[in-house]
């Protein structure tokens, strides 16, 4: 078995099972629904927006605010997703058996990791597919709602890294989503600045996820926002994959 036959076990496994269906409706339903409200906002405002010099425009006022809503129902989202990956298969049993057949842990975690990464990348293109659908009876700012769907796409990538390391030390997937949880609302709210108050700014400031987050979905692309991200995937990745080299050292 190799890194592709992981990653297209566990795409079957996404495709067969009941709730990431069930999730990717609620959410596209949530989101659908607050762009017909924003959409009907902007209708009944456009009296007043058109006395403004630099009026904002459908971009501003519903597509990037709707990829923003995702990005704050991905926070729950993508741990529910994750919980599964490595923790649901020590559970059952069937990691041991990856491990007894000589696959390395870098393609076990790779392949769980790229398989789910592209059902979330799949339901990022049905999420910008909405505002998509206004296109061609008003103006979007194509750069901006390109930067920001760059931003959503490097913020799913970064969360679910966390929750495949957080997998990848237990054995029951609900604590795993608790783990991954409690990390991604630290990294979100910067909840250690409080502790530290002399590091709040530089450092918790930049280890901070809407630090290099809002730039993007400002239409700003930087490579200090791009580096994070990578370092977030690299070492959230590491840690799993030397956990479960530990584990296959072990027995």
Known sequence: MSLLAVLRLELRRLLL??????????????????????????LDAQDRLA?????????????VPLLAQF???????????????LAGERRAGTLALLLAQGLPARSIVL???????LW????????????????PATHLDWGKLAAATLG?????????????????????????????????LALWAGVAQGRA????GPVLGWISLPTHLQPLLRG???????????ILIALALSIATHRLGRERELG
């Open 111 to 117: 392949g769980k990791y790229l398989a789910q990464l």
């Open 197 to 200: 108050p002399q590091l709040a």
């Open 220 to 230: 700003w692309v930087s490579t200090d926002d791009l580096a994070y991200f990578g």
């Open 17 to 42: 099972r009941p709730w990431p269906w069930l999730l990717a409706a609620a959410v596209l339903a949530w989101l659908g629904w607050n762009e017909l409200l924003a959409v009907g906002a902007i």
């Open 51 to 63: 006395l403004l010099p630099a009026a904002p425009g459908i971009t501003d006022i519903v597509a």
């Open 152 to 184: 959503i796409a490097l913020l799913l990538a970064g969360l679910l890294a966390v929750g495949v390391a957080c997998s990848s030390y237990t054995r029951q997937p609900p604590l795993a989503a608790a783990l991954a949880l409690a990390l991604t």
């Open 120 to 135: 979330l990348w799949a339901l990022l293109a049905l999420v910008v597919l909405l505002p998509l659908l206004l296109a």
């Open 71 to 85: 990005a704050e129902i991905a926070l729950l989202l993508v741990p529910l997703l994750s919980m599964q990956a």
